[in-house]
Protein backbone atom coordinates (compact mmCIF):
# COMPACT_ATOMS: atom_id res chain seq x y z
CA UNK A 1 0.00 0.00 0.00
CA UNK A 2 1.45 3.55 -0.95
CA UNK A 3 0.32 5.93 1.73
CA UNK A 4 0.07 9.23 0.10
CA UNK A 5 0.21 13.09 1.70
CA UNK A 6 -2.11 15.10 -0.68
CA UNK A 7 -0.68 18.62 -0.57
CA UNK A 8 -3.16 21.04 -2.29
CA UNK A 9 -5.80 18.62 -1.17
CA UNK A 10 -8.59 21.13 -1.05
CA UNK A 11 -7.54 22.74 -4.82
CA UNK A 12 -8.99 21.75 -8.32
CA UNK A 13 -6.43 18.79 -8.31
CA UNK A 14 -6.71 17.82 -5.12
CA UNK A 15 -10.08 17.21 -5.49
CA UNK A 16 -9.81 15.10 -8.60
CA UNK A 17 -6.82 12.93 -6.82
CA UNK A 18 -9.02 12.70 -3.63
CA UNK A 19 -11.83 11.04 -5.81
CA UNK A 20 -9.86 9.05 -8.00
CA UNK A 21 -7.66 7.19 -5.16
CA UNK A 22 -11.33 6.39 -3.95
CA UNK A 23 -10.90 3.74 -6.36
CA UNK A 24 -7.19 2.59 -5.86
CA UNK A 25 -6.70 -0.32 -4.34
CA UNK A 26 -2.71 -0.26 -3.01
CA UNK A 27 -2.51 3.57 -2.91
CA UNK A 28 -4.77 5.98 -0.33
CA UNK A 29 -4.48 9.51 0.61
CA UNK A 30 -3.56 9.75 4.43
CA UNK A 31 -3.31 13.45 4.79
CA UNK A 32 -3.73 16.65 3.24
CA UNK A 33 -2.27 19.92 3.70
CA UNK A 34 -4.26 22.88 2.09
CA UNK A 35 -4.45 26.68 3.26
CA UNK A 36 -7.93 26.47 2.86
CA UNK A 37 -10.41 24.96 5.00
CA UNK A 38 -13.44 24.87 2.91
CA UNK A 39 -13.37 21.04 1.87
CA UNK A 40 -14.36 18.47 4.56
CA UNK A 41 -11.77 15.66 3.49
CA UNK A 42 -11.99 11.94 4.77
CA UNK A 43 -8.33 12.29 5.90
CA UNK A 44 -6.75 14.46 8.56
CA UNK A 45 -6.03 18.21 6.80
CA UNK A 46 -2.80 20.44 7.95
CA UNK A 47 -2.88 24.00 7.27
CA UNK A 48 0.67 24.03 7.65
CA UNK A 49 2.44 21.10 6.34
CA UNK A 50 5.13 21.19 9.71
CA UNK A 51 2.32 20.42 11.51
CA UNK A 52 2.07 17.07 9.22
CA UNK A 53 3.15 14.46 11.86
CA UNK A 54 1.50 11.39 9.17
CA UNK A 55 3.81 8.63 8.18
CA UNK A 56 3.43 8.36 4.49
CA UNK A 57 5.36 6.85 1.66
CA UNK A 58 5.35 9.75 -0.92
CA UNK A 59 4.18 13.09 -1.16
CA UNK A 60 2.20 14.28 -4.20
CA UNK A 61 2.25 18.28 -5.22
CA UNK A 62 -0.64 20.34 -6.87
CA UNK A 63 -0.60 23.55 -4.71
CA UNK A 64 1.12 26.57 -5.31
CA UNK A 65 4.58 28.34 -6.05
CA UNK A 66 4.60 29.85 -2.58
CA UNK A 67 4.51 26.59 -0.76
CA UNK A 68 7.32 25.20 -2.81
CA UNK A 69 10.37 25.90 -0.48
CA UNK A 70 8.16 24.58 2.57
CA UNK A 71 7.35 21.44 0.60
CA UNK A 72 10.73 20.82 -0.56
CA UNK A 73 12.36 21.46 3.10
CA UNK A 74 9.38 19.14 4.60
CA UNK A 75 10.00 15.98 2.14
CA UNK A 76 13.66 16.63 2.45
CA UNK A 77 13.94 16.82 6.61
CA UNK A 78 12.04 13.67 6.68
CA UNK A 79 13.01 11.90 3.54
CA UNK A 80 9.30 11.66 1.79
CA UNK A 81 9.78 11.34 -1.74
CA UNK A 82 8.03 14.13 -4.06
CA UNK A 83 5.73 14.08 -7.44
CA UNK A 84 6.14 17.71 -7.72
CA UNK A 85 3.40 19.02 -10.22
CA UNK A 86 2.94 22.75 -9.46
CA UNK A 87 4.11 24.90 -12.58
CA UNK A 88 5.36 28.19 -12.75
CA UNK A 89 8.35 28.06 -10.71
CA UNK A 90 11.42 30.46 -10.68
CA UNK A 91 15.18 29.63 -11.61
CA UNK A 92 15.85 29.80 -7.32
CA UNK A 93 13.30 27.32 -7.13
CA UNK A 94 14.32 25.15 -9.67
CA UNK A 95 17.18 25.35 -8.37
CA UNK A 96 16.00 24.02 -5.04
CA UNK A 97 14.28 21.38 -6.34
CA UNK A 98 17.60 20.16 -8.03
CA UNK A 99 19.00 20.43 -4.60
CA UNK A 100 16.33 18.93 -2.61
CA UNK A 101 16.78 15.81 -5.31
CA UNK A 102 20.06 15.39 -4.00
CA UNK A 103 19.11 14.34 -0.59
CA UNK A 104 15.47 12.80 -1.67
CA UNK A 105 13.18 11.20 -4.69
CA UNK A 106 11.71 14.07 -6.68
CA UNK A 107 9.77 13.66 -9.46
CA UNK A 108 8.87 16.78 -11.11
CA UNK A 109 6.48 17.36 -14.57
CA UNK A 110 5.23 19.86 -16.15
CA UNK A 111 2.45 17.94 -17.63
CA UNK A 112 1.59 14.31 -15.66
CA UNK A 113 0.21 12.82 -18.81
CA UNK A 114 1.06 10.03 -20.98
CA UNK A 115 0.25 11.82 -24.19
CA UNK A 116 2.36 14.83 -23.42
CA UNK A 117 5.36 12.97 -22.07
CA UNK A 118 4.76 10.58 -25.73
CA UNK A 119 4.44 13.97 -27.84
CA UNK A 120 7.89 15.20 -25.73
CA UNK A 121 9.22 11.70 -27.53
CA UNK A 122 8.24 12.33 -30.92
CA UNK A 123 9.76 15.75 -31.08
CA UNK A 124 12.63 14.99 -30.21
CA UNK A 125 13.15 12.87 -33.11
CA UNK A 126 11.54 15.23 -35.54
CA UNK A 127 12.96 18.46 -34.64
CA UNK A 128 16.22 17.42 -36.19
CA UNK A 129 14.65 16.57 -39.55
CA UNK A 130 12.37 20.00 -39.95
CA UNK A 131 14.72 22.55 -38.23
CA UNK A 132 17.65 21.74 -40.44
CA UNK A 133 15.00 22.04 -43.26
CA UNK A 134 14.27 25.15 -42.51
CA UNK A 135 10.96 25.05 -41.07
CA UNK A 136 10.20 27.42 -37.98
CA UNK A 137 8.56 26.66 -34.71
CA UNK A 138 6.21 27.93 -32.72
CA UNK A 139 4.29 26.94 -29.70
CA UNK A 140 0.48 27.80 -29.17
CA UNK A 141 -0.85 26.51 -25.87
CA UNK A 142 -4.85 27.16 -24.23
CA UNK A 143 -5.84 27.45 -21.32
CA UNK A 144 -8.69 28.43 -18.95
CA UNK A 145 -9.39 32.00 -17.44
CA UNK A 146 -8.56 30.95 -13.90
CA UNK A 147 -4.80 30.04 -14.97
CA UNK A 148 -2.29 32.59 -13.39
CA UNK A 149 0.69 31.18 -14.81
CA UNK A 150 1.52 32.07 -18.59
CA UNK A 151 3.14 30.48 -20.66
CA UNK A 152 2.12 26.89 -19.13
CA UNK A 153 4.85 24.83 -17.78
CA UNK A 154 4.02 22.04 -20.41
CA UNK A 155 4.85 24.55 -23.44
CA UNK A 156 8.06 25.79 -22.04
CA UNK A 157 9.11 22.24 -21.58
CA UNK A 158 7.83 21.71 -25.31
CA UNK A 159 10.01 24.44 -25.97
CA UNK A 160 12.91 23.18 -23.99
CA UNK A 161 12.43 19.55 -25.92
CA UNK A 162 12.80 20.99 -29.02
CA UNK A 163 16.13 23.20 -27.89
CA UNK A 164 18.05 20.94 -26.01
CA UNK A 165 18.25 18.70 -29.50
CA UNK A 166 19.38 21.82 -30.98
CA UNK A 167 22.11 21.83 -28.19
CA UNK A 168 20.38 25.36 -27.15
CA UNK A 169 21.23 27.15 -30.18
CA UNK A 170 17.52 28.93 -30.17
CA UNK A 171 16.02 31.91 -28.17
CA UNK A 172 12.19 32.04 -27.14
CA UNK A 173 10.22 34.59 -28.03
CA UNK A 174 7.26 35.77 -25.60
CA UNK A 175 6.05 38.86 -27.23
CA UNK A 176 6.29 40.48 -30.63
CA UNK A 177 4.34 43.53 -29.92
CA UNK A 178 7.70 45.49 -28.72
CA UNK A 179 9.71 45.94 -32.06
CA UNK A 180 8.50 45.91 -35.54
CA UNK A 181 11.06 43.21 -37.08
CA UNK A 182 10.95 39.68 -39.23
CA UNK A 183 11.25 37.04 -36.95
CA UNK A 184 14.73 35.45 -35.86
CA UNK A 185 15.31 32.14 -37.94
CA UNK A 186 16.48 30.79 -34.59
CA UNK A 187 13.84 31.64 -32.20
CA UNK A 188 10.83 29.45 -31.09
CA UNK A 189 7.59 31.66 -30.87
CA UNK A 190 5.61 30.74 -27.38
CA UNK A 191 1.95 31.63 -27.44
CA UNK A 192 -0.88 31.65 -24.77
CA UNK A 193 -4.34 32.18 -24.98
CA UNK A 194 -6.92 31.88 -21.90
CA UNK A 195 -10.64 31.60 -21.66
CA UNK A 196 -13.85 29.74 -20.38
CA UNK A 197 -13.03 26.64 -18.56
CA UNK A 198 -10.53 25.26 -21.45
CA UNK A 199 -8.45 22.14 -19.51
CA UNK A 200 -5.20 22.47 -21.73
CA UNK A 201 -3.91 22.88 -25.04
CA UNK A 202 -0.74 22.29 -26.56
CA UNK A 203 0.22 23.01 -30.12
CA UNK A 204 3.96 22.85 -31.44
CA UNK A 205 3.45 24.15 -35.20
CA UNK A 206 6.40 23.57 -37.84
CA UNK A 207 6.14 26.37 -40.82
CA UNK A 208 7.98 25.75 -43.82
CA UNK A 209 7.60 26.39 -47.49
CA UNK A 210 4.31 25.48 -48.66
CA UNK A 211 3.83 23.01 -45.77
CA UNK A 212 2.91 23.16 -42.03
CA UNK A 213 3.22 20.56 -39.62
CA UNK A 214 1.46 20.52 -36.69
CA UNK A 215 1.62 18.26 -33.60
CA UNK A 216 -1.28 18.65 -30.92
CA UNK A 217 -2.40 17.38 -27.54
CA UNK A 218 -5.72 18.01 -26.22
CA UNK A 219 -6.65 17.05 -22.52
CA UNK A 220 -10.74 17.09 -21.69
CA UNK A 221 -10.77 17.00 -18.45
CA UNK A 222 -7.95 17.30 -15.29
CA UNK A 223 -8.26 13.65 -14.55
CA UNK A 224 -5.28 12.61 -17.08
CA UNK A 225 -2.94 14.70 -15.07
CA UNK A 226 -4.27 13.16 -11.90
CA UNK A 227 -4.20 9.93 -13.27
CA UNK A 228 -0.51 10.11 -14.22
CA UNK A 229 0.48 11.55 -10.84
CA UNK A 230 -1.04 8.35 -8.99
CA UNK A 231 1.28 6.24 -11.33
CA UNK A 232 4.51 8.62 -10.60
CA UNK A 233 3.45 7.91 -6.76
CA UNK A 234 3.20 4.68 -7.26
CA UNK A 235 6.83 4.81 -9.05
CA UNK A 236 8.60 6.69 -6.93
CA UNK A 237 7.50 5.13 -3.27
CA UNK A 238 11.02 3.78 -2.15
CA UNK A 239 13.34 5.09 -5.14
CA UNK A 240 16.72 6.20 -4.02
CA UNK A 241 17.24 10.07 -3.99
CA UNK A 242 17.56 11.78 -7.53
CA UNK A 243 15.40 13.76 -10.11
CA UNK A 244 13.32 11.97 -11.74
CA UNK A 245 10.29 12.63 -14.87
CA UNK A 246 7.30 11.58 -16.24
CA UNK A 247 9.44 9.62 -18.86
CA UNK A 248 10.95 7.54 -16.40
CA UNK A 249 7.41 6.51 -15.39
CA UNK A 250 6.83 5.43 -18.95
CA UNK A 251 9.95 3.50 -19.23
CA UNK A 252 8.96 1.42 -16.18
CA UNK A 253 5.81 0.07 -17.13
N1 LIG B 1 1.98 19.14 -13.82
C1 LIG B 1 0.72 19.00 -14.26
O1 LIG B 1 0.39 18.08 -15.04
C2 LIG B 1 -0.33 19.96 -13.79
C3 LIG B 1 -1.68 19.78 -14.15
C4 LIG B 1 -2.64 20.63 -13.61
C5 LIG B 1 -2.25 21.67 -12.76
N2 LIG B 1 -0.93 21.83 -12.48
C6 LIG B 1 -0.47 22.89 -11.56
O2 LIG B 1 -0.79 22.50 -10.23
C7 LIG B 1 -1.02 23.66 -9.42
C8 LIG B 1 -2.37 23.55 -8.75
O3 LIG B 1 -3.38 23.47 -9.72
P1 LIG B 1 -4.94 23.53 -9.34
O4 LIG B 1 -5.68 23.70 -10.62
O5 LIG B 1 -5.29 22.39 -8.46
O6 LIG B 1 -4.98 24.91 -8.52
P2 LIG B 1 -5.96 25.34 -7.34
O7 LIG B 1 -5.71 26.80 -7.14
O8 LIG B 1 -7.36 24.89 -7.62
O9 LIG B 1 -5.44 24.53 -6.06
C9 LIG B 1 -4.28 24.84 -5.35
C10 LIG B 1 -4.54 24.50 -3.87
O10 LIG B 1 -3.32 24.74 -3.16
C11 LIG B 1 -3.65 25.41 -1.96
N3 LIG B 1 -2.50 26.19 -1.50
C12 LIG B 1 -2.11 27.43 -1.90
N4 LIG B 1 -1.03 27.81 -1.18
C13 LIG B 1 -0.75 26.81 -0.33
C14 LIG B 1 0.25 26.63 0.68
N5 LIG B 1 1.15 27.57 0.94
N6 LIG B 1 0.25 25.46 1.37
C15 LIG B 1 -0.69 24.52 1.14
N7 LIG B 1 -1.66 24.65 0.20
C16 LIG B 1 -1.69 25.77 -0.51
C17 LIG B 1 -4.85 26.29 -2.30
O11 LIG B 1 -5.58 26.65 -1.12
C18 LIG B 1 -5.63 25.39 -3.23
O12 LIG B 1 -6.58 24.62 -2.53
C19 LIG B 1 -0.87 24.84 -10.38
O13 LIG B 1 0.46 25.32 -10.32
C20 LIG B 1 -1.13 24.23 -11.77
O14 LIG B 1 -0.54 24.95 -12.81
C21 LIG B 1 0.03 21.00 -12.96
Not at 88 to 117: C, D, F, P, T, Y
Not at 121 to 147: P, R, T, Y
Not at 195 to 200: K, S, T
Not at 221 to 235: D, P, T, Y
Amino acid sequence: MTKVIMHGCNGKMGQVITALCKEENDLEIVAGIDVSNHIVQEYPVFSNIEDCDVEADVIIDFASVKAVEALLSYSTSRKIPVVLCTTGLSQQQEEAVKQAAERVAVLKSANMSLGINLLMDVLKKAVHVLASAGFDMEIIEKHHNQKIDAPSGTALALAEVLNEELEHTYTYQFDRTKERKKREKQEIGIHALRGGNIVGEHEVLFAGTDEVITFSHTAYSKQVFAKGAIEAAKFLKDKPQGLYHMGDVIEAK
